[in-house]
């Protein structure tokens, strides 16, 4: 029998005027950015996280910490590509992914396939893989008043 696994991360940014918006792998074009220690790409740090806790290696900050000046403005898809490797060095291959962006604005429906392609090649995985969903609150909690971003991730990884 084949060993799957099932991991869940869930990450939240606040949002801030005059920063970079960087999300899925890709830079939007936003009045407000991500406050973060990296690039602040939330799907990404979700993504990590739920890869790392299929593999039961831990959570995001316990491998790049946000202390650590190695890590202060890194592209998270460098990360990604580290977890993807950590995940690898355990003897498994990722199955699929799928990450929940909860954000009002800008609509993201126009970027959910970069951001597919940008988060398969960092995994080193088939775009078919990579599921990206958007979603408003309808204007409810944080998320609804433009003060952050939050995002959800599921990951299947298995032996072969």
């Known amino acids: 029998m084949t060993d799957f696994r099932i991991g ?3 990450d939240v940014h606040a949002l801030a005027s005059g ?4 999300l899925g792998g890709i830079e939007i074009e936003h009045e407000k950015g991500c406050v973060a220690h ?13 890869l790392l806790g299929a593999a039961a290696l831990g ?8 202390t650590s000046d190695d890590f202060k403005g890194i592209d998270s898809r460098i990360l990604l590509q580290r ?5 690898r060095r355990e003897g498994y291959e990722i199955g699929n ?3 929940t962006i909860r954000m009002q604005r800008p609509k993201l429906r126009p970027h959910i396939d970069r ?15 990579v599921s990206v969903k958007a979603t ?5 909690g944080f998320e609804g008043r433009e003060e952050g971003i939050s995002v959800s991730a599921v990951a299947l990884i298995f032996k072969p």
């Open 97 to 99: 992914v799928d990450c």
């Open 83 to 87: 977890t993807a490797a950590l995940v």
């Open 8 to 10: 869940h991360g869930y």
């Open 115 to 129: 951001m597919r392609e940008a988060l398969a090649a960092a995994m080193g995985i088939d775009v078919e893989r």
């Open 38 to 50: 990296s690039d602040g790409d939330v799907a990404i740090h979700a993504l990590c996280d739920a």
């Open 19 to 22: 920063l970079r918006l960087v």
């Open 136 to 140: 408003t609150t309808e204007r409810l």
């Open 59 to 66: 959570d995001i900050g316990l491998h790049f910490p946000d």
